[in-house]
C-alpha cells in the first residue's frame, strides 16, 4: 500500500534541532515532488517546504527559511527536514506529503508531533 510514515518529532528545548524523517512506500518515491506541512494546536495546515525529485527545486516558507533544510535520499526512499534554532511557533505536528494534480489527493503522513519548550 502507498504509504508515507514520518517519525523523529519530540519535546525539545528552544534553539535546539531536531530531524524529522519520512518513509515512503508503495510508490516510485523518486519521481515525486515531496513536501512537509504542519499544523500548530488549533490552527490551520501551513506549508513549511517543498522538494524536486532531485533536490534541485528548494523551496521554504518565509518563517522557516534559513533555519530548515529540506531534503531527501531517494535510494532510501526517505524525506528529511532538518530544524535548527527552534522556537516556540514551530511547535506543532509535521505531515509530509506527496501532492498530486487531483485536488483532495494528495498522500498524507499521519505526522509527528515537535514540541519547543517556551
Known amino acids: 500500500q502507498v504509504q508515507l510514515v514520518e517519525s523523529g518529532g519530540g519535546l525539545v528545548e528552544f534553539g535546539s534541532s531536531l530531524r524529522l524523517s519520512c518513509a515512503a512506500s508503495?510508490?516510485?518515491?523518486a519521481l515525486w515532488t515531496m513536501h512537509w506541512y504542519r499544523q500548530a494546536p488549533g490552527k490551520e495546515r501551513e506549508?513549511?517546504?517543498?522538494?524536486?525529485?532531485?533536490?534541485?527545486?528548494?523551496t521554504y516558507a518565509d518563517s522557516v527559511r534559513g533555519r530548515f533544510t529540506i531534503s531527501r535520499d531517494n535510494a532510501k526512499d526517505t524525506l528529511y527536514l532538518q530544524m535548527s534554532s527552534l522556537k516556540s511557533a514551530d511547535t506543532a505536528v509535521y505531515y509530509c506529503?506527496?501532492?498530486?494534480?487531483?485536488?483532495?489527493?494528495?498522500?498524507w503522513g499521519k505526522g509527528t508531533l515537535v514540541t519547543v519548550a517556551s
Open positions: 506529503i506527496r501532492p498530486t494534480a487531483t485536488y483532495g489527493s494528495d498522500l
Open positions: 506549508f513549511v517546504a517543498s522538494i524536486s525529485r532531485t533536490g534541485e527545486s528548494i
Open positions: 508503495g510508490f516510485t518515491f
